[in-house]
């Protein structure tokens, strides 16, 4: 428990940066590396649904994270003060607070200054508790952040080989991580880029890349636009959706279908760079469970099937404002590369569709994650609150 004395204190906090990069009209790109840890073989599925619990206990006196299932995840090396210390941190758009010093320890320095607050986020699968300081932060060389609003960890739960979070959600999922200004709101990395005119638009663009092995693919980061480099055809846009608890994230609604087969029709849900499934209702599920012929493999959580099965595997359709986003049996299919990483055998085909752990209805009905998402481009537009989607080469790409 925090001391009385500190939480009576008060330091205003800066929400702003008190100086102003050069104004550029050109995006900023941040390489991500994606990595595997074949350290302890986790159980995927429990993990991600451990993260939807509490999602739909949502406090807001405690903020909240989603995703950060460890099993797989991009990073991205960000420096922090002057002179930089550098910090591998987890994407996370289900999370808008960023953090350092779980595995690297902080390090202050003359452009460090704590704000006088602590800071706790919950994510379901970790946790962390720490002061609020803000500092430099410089995503790319030459490109410095000032005064960014960053959490400094005194102690953290759930996160191995990595020094943090680099959060750009929404910025109301800061609401309540403040003690004791818990109204007060963190801005994220892109929202201060965007006040400074340092970016021509608030707005994230996210581009992963589908791996056989670890090391082999690597993701970026586009802050103000989207790189069309990295995708193909248009983007689709849809309005973050007004039902709760999704519209808290960056949430969207969707129709989901296995082949012609409903599985969600006019559901809500959220997309998650940091959940690694594509979860559905539990409902939903079942039906794609049955028509897919998946067995549940107790090891891994995940559905297993046959290489017959497999041959008749029919595509997973997501329909976004009238189009048709198309998850083909390949993309279906967790890489086989990584089965051991999750405890499965090297063998098997497991599936990356798994039960959100509730049924539909009630306003979380799906989460996007990571095995969507390296499929295709996604775009998380602050100033005109909506999500873009769009394919990319490797939509289609026969990978596993």
Do not use: C
């Amino acid at each position: 428990m925090f001391p009385a004395a500190t939480l009576t204190a008060f330091v205003a906090l800066a929400i702003g940066a008190s100086a102003s990069p050069v104004k550029r009209d050109s995006l900023i790109t941040l390489q991500l590396a994606k990595t595997v840890n074949t350290t302890v073989p986790q159980h995927i599925p429990a993990a991600d649904r451990a993260r939807v619990k509490r999602l739909l206990g949502k406090s807001t006196s405690v903020g909240v994270g989603v995703g950060l299932n460890q099993a797989v995840t991009y990073t991205a090396n960000v420096d922090v003060g002057s002179p930089p210390t550098t910090y591998n941190l987890i994407v996370d758009t289900g999370s808008a607070n960023t953090w350092v010093g779980a595995d690297k320890s902080y390090t202050p320095t003359n452009t460090s200054k704590w704000t006088g607050n602590l800071v706790e986020v919950i994510y379901g699968s970790g946790s962390f508790i720490g002061n609020e300081y803000t500092d430099t932060v410089t995503l790319v060389e030459g490109l410095a952040i000032p005064n960014q609003m960053i959490g400094v960890a005194v102690d953290s739960t759930g996160f191995t080989a990595v020094d943090g979070v680099l959060g750009i959600g929404p910025v109301g999922l800061t609401n309540g991580t403040l003690l004791p200004n818990t109204t007060s709101l963190v801005p994220t990395v892109t929202n201060n880029l965007f006040t400074l005119g340092t970016i021509p638009g608030n707005i994230v663009s996210v581009s992963f890349v589908p791996a056989n092995e670890n090391g082999t693919a690597t993701g970026e980061l586009t802050f103000g636009g989207t790189d069309s480099t990295k995708f193909t055809g248009d983007v689709v846009y849809t309005p973050v959706t007004t039902v709760s608890p999704a519209n808290h994230y960056w949430g969207i609604n969707q129709d989901v279908s296995y082949g012609s087969q409903s599985l969600l029709l006019g559901s809500s849900g959220f997309v998650d760079t940091g959940t690694t499934l594509t979860l559905i209702a539990s409902d939903a599920f079942a039906v794609y469970q049955n028509a897919t012929g998946g067995i549940l493999d107790i090891m891994t959580g995940l559905l297993t099937i046959t290489e017959d099965q497999l041959t008749n595997l029919q595509s997973l359709y997501f329909n976004i404002e009238n189009t048709m986003f198309e998850m083909t049996p390949n993309a279906q299919v967790w890489p086989r590369s990584l089965n051991t990483a999750i405890g499965g055998s090297a063998d098997s085909i497991y599936l990356v569709v798994g039960d959100l752990g509730q049924s539909s209805g009630q306003g979380l009905d799906f989460i996007n994650g990571m095995t969507f998402l390296e499929r295709f481009y996604s775009v998380y537009d602050s100033e005109n609150t909506r999500v873009g989607f769009a394919t990319t080469p490797f939509t289609n790409a026969t990978t596993n």
